[in-house]
Each structure stands twice: as structure tokens, then as C-alpha cells.
């Protein structure tokens, strides 16, 4: 499957970033509190750029170190009669953004534009409409507030920002070229950690002890083989018995007269034994 090239939404918004050194009269922290400064610094990017005001943010950092007193032949305000001693400037360091909502097909124009524009400020340019922004102002204020634009600088770059999820997704550059950035891929959900049990405590040390006699393993008769099953026996099968012959006519009367032969021996011989009796 062929991946779409990534596109610009319809309407993007054109961050444009950089900075300025101000030298200062004074603290540098005060400058940077004194929001009539800051307003003053605002509107003169927004004149240079042809941007509105609100479209320009800027944040005040007063350089680090302390404030060191500087030997003045003039009289103090304390000691008129006598030379004073003042408080010495130091540096404020400007970070300045340009935003502005366009559409998707002004973003090479407007780009190319408006980084060429402020690439092209010098500190002197960049003073002066500051100047003239803070008499506007506050004019008692631009009378005895002392300051030198040091240096100006401007990225080469202003990013493109999808205005619905706030991601930075293009850049375009100061000749003019769009360049399309991937979408960040899908975060992966991590496995749960599984809960890990309290270690345990260790128990104290004791000393072992001797080991005691394990007794000879008695042998165990191995059972005696059971006899193999013998098969019953079926009965053997009882003849059944042949049936008896019938007489012939001639054995039967054979048979009655060996039968009445015997009885008249029979009778012959009680008779016999009765006359010997008497």
C-alpha cells in the first residue's frame, strides 16, 4: 500500500521568531518591567512587518548580573556640592514572535515576504520606531529614557502550525520554499507495570545446626508377581442317553417263560424246606 505524502491544512498559522539586545540606561530589570517598554517594542515590529499589534508577542529578559555605580563628575541629587556616583545600564535581551492565520496556497508568498522584511532591520531602523512608538505612548517617558538597540536578529525560517491542534507541521524559508513535515507517529501504549511486592526482611543470621544422622534406607520387598488368571474350564458335554431298544414278539415270550420256569423252582423248593421243618 502506497502512503499518501503528507499535506498542509486548508489554514495554517506562520509563526515568525527572533530577538534583540537593547542597551539600557538603569536597571535592566526595570526596563523589562515597565510594560510601556514592551508595548513600545511591539508596535515597532508591528510598523516594520505591517502586522497589527496583537499579532506581535514579546518577552523581557534583563541580562544577569548586578548593578554597578559609576563615577559622575556631576553633582549628586543628595550632595549638589559634591560629585555623584550612578547607577551603570546594562542589557536587555527581546524575544519577538510574529503570528499570523493565512491560507494554505499564501504560505510560500506570505513567508518569503514577511522573513525578508525583518531580516532586513537594522538596530538603527529598529530604534527609531521604537522611539517614535514610545512618544506615542507615553512622551514624558521617551524624554529621559535612555536606550540603544544593540543588535536585531531573525530566523531564516517561519514555521507552519495546524491552528486545530496547535503541532508544528511545515516551514517555509526565506526564498520561498514550503517544506511538508510527517505526521508524528501514533504514541504506543506502554504495558502496565505488574505490581512488585515489598521485599521481604532478611531474617537474622543464625549459626546452622550439625547436621543430625539420616538412616539407611530400609529395603522394601518388591511384592511377589500375582499368578496369571487361568482360564475356567467349560463342562463337558453329558451324552444323552440312547433310548432302549423294543422287544421283538419272540423275546417277549421267551421272557414269560424263564419268568414262570423260575417261579415254579421257586415254589418247589419252600415246599421242600416246609415237609423238612416237619
Do not use: H
Amino acid at each position: 500500500t502506497t502512503t499518501p505524502l503528507p499535506t498542509l491544512p486548508p489554514v495554517v498559522k506562520m509563526k515568525l521568531t527572533g530577538k534583540s539586545n537593547i542597551a539600557v540606561q538603569g536597571s535592566p530589570q526595570a526596563w523589562c518591567d515597565d510594560a510601556d517598554n514592551i508595548v513600545s517594542f511591539r508596535t515597532a515590529v508591528a510598523t516594520i512587518s505591517g502586522r497589527p499589534v496583537a499579532a506581535v508577542a514579546a518577552t523581557c529578559r534583563a541580562q544577569s548580573g548586578g548593578r554597578r555605580l559609576e563615577q559622575s563628575d556631576e553633582p549628586s541629587e543628595i550632595q549638589s556640592e559634591q560629585p555623584g556616583r550612578r547607577l551603570q545600564g546594562g542589557t536587555v535581551n527581546l524575544d519577538y514572535t510574529i503570528e499570523v492565520e493565512i491560507q494554505q496556497s499564501q504560505a510560500a508568498t506570505v513567508g518569503q515576504n514577511l522573513i525578508t522584511t525583518m531580516k532586513a532591520v537594522t538596530p538603527v531602523q529598529l530604534q527609531t520606531a521604537v522611539v517614535e512608538a514610545l512618544t506615542q505612548i507615553a512622551p514624558a517617558k521617551a524624554a529621559v529614557t535612555t536606550f540603544t538597540v544593540a543588535s536585531v536578529e531573525t530566523e531564516a525560517r517561519a514555521a507552519l502550525v495546524d491552528p486545530t491542534t496547535d503541532s508544528e507541521v511545515g516551514e517555509v524559508n526565506e526564498v520561498g520554499e514550503v517544506a511538508v513535515l510527517p505526521p508524528p507517529p501514533s504514541p504506543t501504549p506502554s504495558p502496565s507495570p505488574s505490581p512488585t511486592s515489598p521485599p521481604s526482611p532478611s531474617p537474622t543470621s543464625r549459626p546452622s545446626p550439625s547436621p543430625s544422622p539420616v538412616p539407611a534406607p530400609v529395603p522394601t520387598p518388591s511384592p511377589a508377581p500375582s499368578p496369571a488368571p487361568v482360564p475356567a474350564s467349560s463342562p463337558a458335554p453329558v451324552p444323552a442317553p440312547s433310548p432302549s431298544p423294543t422287544p421283538t414278539a419272540t423275546e417277549v415270550e421267551s421272557e414269560s417263560g424263564s419268568m414262570q420256569s423260575c417261579r415254579v423252582l421257586a415254589m418247589t423248593a419252600i415246599i421242600g424246606y416246609v415237609f423238612l421243618k416237619l
